[in-house]
């Protein structure tokens, strides 16, 4: 059985998350990466290095989408795709083909956020 321990995760980071529910999902996202350490931990030295890659190999990630253009796919949606509502937040559903640049500022964002050495490359058409 193999057991790992990460760190210490402080109470005001929980306390800042919303809702449970989401205090879940944190908590679970950090048990998977801890899950997945030893595929990735022995190469943190070198980030985006995996499998001997070398940096003038790497593909740099695309530059942002325009935010009004995104603004405009999410307002020529119908109202009924507008799931739930908090504030400046809003979920929608939607087919890819009416969002499409949103779709892309997903995958670049997933791009620059999600650890490389944990999950493997993304390509931004993943999405």
Known sequence: MDVRIGSAIAAEKLLAIRTDEARSDYLRWRTYLLAARNTYKPS?????LRGGARPDRITPVVLPVDVGAM???LEAL???SQLAASGELATYIARAEEIPTVLR?????REVTVPVLAFGPWNIEDV
């Open 44 to 48: 943190t030295a070198l980030p985006f």
């Open 105 to 109: 500022e997903i995958g670049r964002l």
């Open 71 to 73: 603004t405009r796919e």
């Open 78 to 80: 119908p109202m009924e």
